[in-house]
């Protein structure tokens, strides 16, 4: 059963509730503040970032989970970060390395063998 988000439009706070099938639930209250206006939030997990949203969401400070480095699609974006932080163009033969990892990380290992 999928889990959503809500947020509550008077106080902010966002409520979680498992939903059941595809309608939206009618009868949902903050759990903070008893509210009844509640506005779905796209969760991070579920919400489908474009590779560029996720570059420009990319902050090296902040500490990174394992889902993260789990991510095939966040390899690189350190590296695509620091160009762009430089004014760098990444070239394209960058980009092509980059795309390959993404879509084959395993390849990075079958490389290094050679
Ligand atoms: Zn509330």
């Known amino acids: ?52 949203d996720r570059l420009s969401s990319y902050d090296p400070r902040t500490r990174k989970s394992g889902d993260f480095y789990r991510d095939s699609r966040n390899i690189g974006l350190h590296a695509e970060h620091m160009l762009q932080k430089a004014g760098v163009k990444p070239t394209d033969e960058f980009k092509s390395k980059i795309e390959n990892l993404r879509s084959d990380p395993s390849r990075v290992i079958k490389d290094s063998d050679k």
Do not use: W
């Not at 809500?6 to 409520?15: E, M, N, P, Q, R």
């Open 1 to 52: 059963m999928p889990i959503y988000e809500y947020k509550c439009t008077s106080c902010g706070g966002v409520s979680s509730f498992f939903v059941q099938g595809f309608r939206e639930p009618e009868d949902l209250c903050c759990q903070a503040c008893g509210g009844k206006d509640l506005k779905r939030v796209i969760s991070r997990v579920n919400y489908h970032q474009s590779q560029s």
